[in-house]
């Protein structure tokens, strides 16, 4: 058995690979797990709150810009003074102004909401790969659940080939009687009949083991292919344990997400709050300012040098919209609350319910599996019996029938069985293939 991945496995591995060649439950996962688009848009989600997830984004850092503006102009300059000598009058002066600066600005206090961001960033990462771990889970599930379908189908198949050689072996049996005037032909055509429509069920099953093959390459995302080679049996842990199941829901990365939900919720509302108190600005950088006219009293105008500042802004009214607003995150917290909660009480009833169908199945297999023993003593010895004349083509169509139905029985609660294991394992986060 081998430990379900948290990360993907790059596995290169297509479904022409898979023709002709025995194809096994890991190669099914491990192909789903490399391909599934699912898996790959949650993988993506958790990329960008990773990106995300920086101190910068969450305005910690200092923001720095820089600025330029030079503007040419063309000007008529009419000055007039008290005394008259310095009086000037000119048309199409050149002019030019020329500014640029560089300004740094940082964040020193804004009610912590730079820190509530910064965490609320990491619940958001941290939720983004619950609920990539929970993708993984729900397509190993589905596609183990699938490939046992398909064993599932496979043994159906069995069941009727089995059923067809008796029934050849019984048309055989007839042909033999006849030829030395034992049997009639209403015999004879009956048990052709027989064989006839079991071939077709033969076909038919085949039909139904192809869809079910190309239902489980699409959930691998490959191309489909129904002459892959499933040769498997339906193997099923006994040693389940209810109390152990329900400890464990809590590890279940739906429940994990649910969890982080609530906290991302409590982050909003420290970060709404946050909006109601002062914020202080730390300013600091350097300007340059150069003003150059060709005519008028003052031909250079020139200052530069740098500069340091404090901002404060103090929100006082605003119509209480943060307050509001810090009301309604505040109800969407609770309502997160009740959201985990629900889903809680969901996976444990879904646990009880799997348990039940679980242990109930098994208990049922003890006896099926004396039934199936039985019922191929029970064919073998009528067969015989109808070879030496001791049992009529009555007595073995029923006997076939039991066989056939007690092979389906078997199949069925096997399947059903491994099913409820399947969705056990996986509600306790612990899934294995």
Do not use: C
Not at 79 to 98: E, H, I, M, W, Y
Not at 168 to 185: A, E, M, P, W
Not at 349 to 375: C, F, G, H, M, P
Not at 413 to 433: P, V
Request: hydrophobic content about 40%.
């Amino acid at each position: 058995m081998k430990k379900i991945p948290f990360v993907l496995l790059g596995l290169s591995i297509t479904a022409s690979a898979f023709a002709q060649q025995k194809f096994t439950l890991q190669d099914a996962v491990n192909t789903a797990l490399k391909n599934s688009y699912d898996i790959q848009l949650a993988k993506n989600n958790l990329e960008v709150n990773t990106i995300n997830n920086h101190i910068g984004i969450a305005g910690g850092l200092p923001t720095v810009s820089a600025t330029a503006n030079d503007n040419e102009q063309i000007t008529n300059i009419n000055q007039k003074f008290s005394d008259p000598s310095r009086n000037a009058q000119q048309t199409g002066v050149a002019s030019n102004v020329l500014s640029a600066g560089v300004t740094g600005t940082m964040v020193l206090y804004n009610g912590y909401r730079i820190v509530a961001t910064k965490s609320r960033l990491e619940q958001l990462q941290q939720q983004s790969a619950s609920l990539l771990n929970a993708q993984i889970q729900s397509t190993i599930a589905s596609v183990m659940t699938k490939y046992y379908d398909v064993v599932r189908q496979q043994s159906y198949l069995k069941t009727i080939v089995q059923s067809i050689e008796v029934s050849k072996q019984r048309l055989s049996i007839l042909q033999t009687r006849r030829d030395v005037g034992l049997s009639n032909n209403a015999d004879l055509y009956q048990a052709e009949l027989d064989v006839n429509a079991l071939i077709q069920q033969q076909q038919a099953q085949q039909l139904v083991i192809d869809i079910a093959k190309t239902d489980l390459l699409n959930l691998m995302s490959v191309k489909s292919d129904s002459s892959i080679v499933i040769s498997d049996t339906i193997l099923i842990n006994n040693n389940l344990s209810l109390d152990a199941i329900k400890t464990a829901i809590k590890t279940n990365p739906e429940i994990l997400a649910a969890e982080q939900q609530i906290k991302i919720n409590a982050f909003i509302e420290k970060e709404t709050a946050a909006q109601r108190y002062p914020t202080v600005r730390a300013n600091t950088g350097y300007n340059f300012n150069n003003n150059q006219t060709e005519g008028g009293f003052s031909r250079l105008n020139q200052s530069y040098g740098p500069f340091v500042g404090i901002n404060v802004t103090i929100p006082i009214y605003n119509g209480s919209a943060f307050k509001r607003q810090q009301k309604i995150v505040s109800i969407n917290t609770k309502s997160a609350e009740t959201q985990r909660d629900i889903l809680l009480l969901n996976f444990e009833a879904n646990a009880v319910r799997s348990y039940q169908s679980y242990t109930n199945t098994l208990q049922q297999l003890k006896t099926e599996n004396d039934n199936y023993q039985l019922s191929l003593k029970l064919l073998d010895l009528v067969l015989q019996r109808f070879q030496l004349g001791q049992a009529t083509i009555i007595d073995v169509k029923q006997a076939q029938q039991s066989f056939e139905n007690e092979g389906y029985r078997l199949v069925n609660l096997s399947y059903a069985a491994k099913a409820a294991e399947i969705s056990l394992q996986q509600i306790a986060n612990k899934l294995t293939f």
